[in-house]
Nanobody, 121 residues
Framework: QVQLVESGGGLVQAEGSLRLSCAASGSIFSINSMGWYRQAPGKQRELVAVMTSVGRTNYADSVKGRFTISRDNAKNTVALQMNSLKPEDTAVYYC???????????????WGQGTQVTVSS
């Protein structure tokens, strides 16, 4: 079994900051990429930021320069520092980890439970 637990999120005013964290635990053999997605009401889930196992990052154009993704491989955690938040950043944020479990072959996507981020204008 693999568990992902998210923390952070909440309500913040525009131009404010929030930090999201996600910790993976359980039967983990190896972790590939770690990232964050978000889904706003009535919209599809979209990639926010991702970091590969060698530290390569990719950000959505809408968050470049404002959000920073980081990971701690020793602790199996990934964080998303969000600065200069805008009302359009309001969404449920999900962490996503691609990993290999010790229980079964292959690499699979695991998702956090989601955390609400609301930015007021």
């Amino acid at each position: 079994q693999v568990q992902l637990v998210e923390s952070g999120g909440g309500l913040v005013q525009a131009e404010g900051s929030l930090r999201l964290s996600c910790a993976a635990s359980g039967s983990i053999f190896s972790i590939n990429s770690m990232g964050w997605y978000r889904q706003a009401p009535g919209k599809q889930r979209e990639l926010v930021a991702v970091m590969t196992s060698v530290g390569r990052t990719n950000y959505a154009d809408s968050v470049k320069g404002r959000f920073t993704i980081s990971r701690d491989n020793a602790k199996n955690t990934v964080a998303l520092q969000m600065n200069s938040l805008k009302p359009e950043d309001t969404a449920v944020y999900y962490c996503n980890i691609k990993l290999r479990s010790t229980n079964m072959p292959g690499e699979y996507d695991y998702w956090g439970q989601g955390t609400q981020v609301t930015v007021s204008s």
